[in-house]
Nanobody, 115 residues
Framework: QVQLVESGGGLVQPGGSLRLSCAASGITIRFWSMDWYRQAPGKQRELVAV???????NYADSAKGRFTISKDNAINTMYLQMTSLKPEDTAIYYC?????????WGPGTQVTVSS
């Protein structure tokens, strides 16, 4: 059974930082493309960052220069380091693992950026 479990969300002031984690079980993440998505209230889910099997990364324009996606294959965990957070970053952040045939989602972790 595949499980992706996000953690690290919370309430942070504008300009602050958070690190999200996604712990995977039932799959070996080094064989999967791993992504972070987010969904704000009333908006569609959007892709934030991608890290490929080989470790290449790509970011949404809104995340470039502020967020860093990484993974530790040894402990089957992916991360999203978020800095210079803005109120518009407030959303539920989801971990996703995908390949050509299927994909898996975590339940999400809430990030709220507010003073």
């Amino acid at each position: 059974q595949v499980q992706l479990v996000e953690s690290g969300g919370g309430l942070v002031q504008p300009g602050g930082s958070l690190r999200l984690s996604c712990a995977a079980s039932g799959i070996t993440i080094r064989f999967w493309s791993m992504d972070w998505y987010r969904q704000a209230p009333g908006k569609q889910r959007e892709l934030v960052a991608v890290i490929t099997r080989g470790g290449n990364t790509n970011y949404a324009d809104s995340a470039k220069g502020r967020f860093t996606i990484s993974k530790d294959n040894a402990i089957n965990t992916m991360y999203l380091q978020m800095t210079s957070l803005k109120p518009e970053d407030t959303a539920i952040y989801y971990c996703h693992a995908g390949n050509l045939n299927t994909g898996y989602w975590g339940p999400g972790t809430q990030v709220t950026v507010s003073s």
